[in-house]
C-alpha cells in the first residue's frame, strides 16, 4: 500500500493493515523488558531448585499475563491515547488495527498464562498472576487511572507482583522475601513514575488524567518524590537486615538508595521547573530504571555467591 493509500484510509477511519509488530507493540515490550528481569530475578534468588524447563515456563507465563494486561491497557485508553503527544502513534490511535482485535487479543494473553502457571507450575502463583492482570487492567488503568491522584500508589502494586509469583513459583509458599520484593517495587514506582509525570504533565492534563502533578500541583508532587524515595530506602536494605541476603546485595542496596536520594533531594526541593529545564527530573526518572535493575541484579548474584560458597 502507498502512502497516499495509507493516510486516505486513516482519514477515512478505516484501519491500515495490521502487522505482527502492533500487536508485538500492545504488550508494551519496553515496561515489558523491566517486568520479565525482575520476574526472572525472582525464580533465581528464590531459595531451592526448579527444573530449567519449569522456570522458563513461569517466566513465559509471567510475561504473556503482564504482556495481556498492557494490551487490556491500551485496549481501554485508546482515545486516551489519541490525545497524547507520546502515545498517539501507537497502533490502536495511530488507526492500524481495530479495538476489537486488541481487546481478544488481551483476554487470549492473560488467560493462557494464567492456565499455564497452574498447569505448569502451581495454582498459589497462578492466582496471584491472575489477580495482577486485574490489578492492572482494571483497578489500575479502568477505576484508579482516571478518577484519583493516588491512581499510581495503589496501581503501582500491579508492576510489583512479577518478582513475587517468580520467587513463588520456585518455593511454592508466601514467605517474607518475596513480600519485601514486592514492597520494594510497590514503592519505588511513585517516585520514578512522578518524575516523569511532571516533565509530561501537559498531556495528561489535556487528556483529563488526575495525575498529581496536575491535580495537586508541582510543588507537592516533588515532597512526595522525596518522601517515597526516603521510605524505599529501609525497605530496599531490609532483605539483608532480616538475614535473607548477604553483605553483597546488603551494600548494593545501601549504595543504589544513596544515590538514589541525592539525586531525588533536588527534585523535593524545587518548587517549580519549566519542561525544558528539568534536568533534574530526567535525571531521577532515567536512574531510577537503572536502580531497579542493579537492585535485583545484585538480588541473584547474591545468591549465585552463596550457592558457589564464595561467601559464608
Known amino acids: 500500500m502507498s502512502m497516499d493509500a495509507t493516510t486516505t484510509s486513516t482519514a477515512s477511519g478505516t484501519p491500515m493493515p495490521t ?13 515489558m523488558t523491566l517486568v520479565i528481569f525482575t520476574a526472572i530475578c525472582g525464580v533465581l534468588a528464590a531459595p531451592g531448585s526448579i527444573h530449567p524447563v519449569l522456570g522458563f515456563t513461569a517466566i513465559l507465563a509471567i510475561s504473556m499475563g ?10 481501554w485508553e485508546a482515545d486516551i491515547d489519541a490525545g497524547m503527544k507520546r502515545t498517539m502513534n501507537r497502533p490502536l490511535p495511530g488507526g492500524r488495527m481495530r479495538r476489537e482485535d486488541a481487546r481478544d487479543f488481551g483476554i487470549f494473553l492473560s488467560a493462557v498464562s494464567v492456565a499455564l502457571m497452574g498447569v505448569a507450575i502451581g495454582w498459589l502463583a497462578a492466582a496471584l498472576l491472575a489477580l495482577a492482570i486485574v490489578y ?3 483497578i489500575y488503568t479502568m477505576w484508579l487511572k482516571p478518577r484519583t491522584p493516588q491512581n499510581i500508589v495503589i496501581g503501582g502494586g500491579a508492576g510489583a507482583f512479577p518478582p513475587m509469583i517468580g520467587w513463588i513459583a520456585v518455593t511454592g509458599e508466601v514467605t517474607a522475601m518475596p513480600i519485601l520484593l ?31 502533578p496536575v491535580v495537586a500541583g508541582e510543588k507537592p508532587t516533588r515532597r512526595q518524590i522525596w518522601w517515597y524515595t526516603l521510605g524505599l530506602t529501609p525497605i530496599a536494605i531490609a532483605p539483608w537486615a532480616i538475614g535473607g541476603t548477604s553483605w553483597i546485595y546488603g551494600m548494593t542496596a545501601v549504595t543504589l538508595s544513596a544515590l538514589f536520594m541525592w539525586l531525588a533531594w533536588p527534585v523535593g526541593q524545587r518548587m517549580r521547573a519549566e519542561v525544558d529545564t528539568m534536568l533534574p527530573e530526567k535525571k531521577l526518572f532515567k536512574f531510577s530504571i537503572y536502580y531497579l535493575f542493579a537492585l535485583f541484579a545484585a538480588l541473584v548474584l547474591d545468591r549465585v555467591a552463596a550457592y558457589q560458597g564464595w561467601i559464608a
Open 182 to 212: 514486592f514492597a520494594i517495587i510497590f514503592f519505588w514506582t511513585p517516585p520514578h513514575f512522578w518524575a516523569l509525570a511532571l516533565f509530561v504533565q501537559s498531556d495528561y492534563a489535556k487528556v483529563g488524567i488526575p495525575m498529581l
Open 136 to 138: 492492572y487492567a482494571v
Open 19 to 31: 502487522e505482527w509488530r502492533d500487536f508485538f507493540t500492545l504488550t508494551k515490550p519496553r515496561v
Open 66 to 75: 503482564a504482556g495481556g494486561s498492557a494490551v487490556l491497557n491500551m485496549w
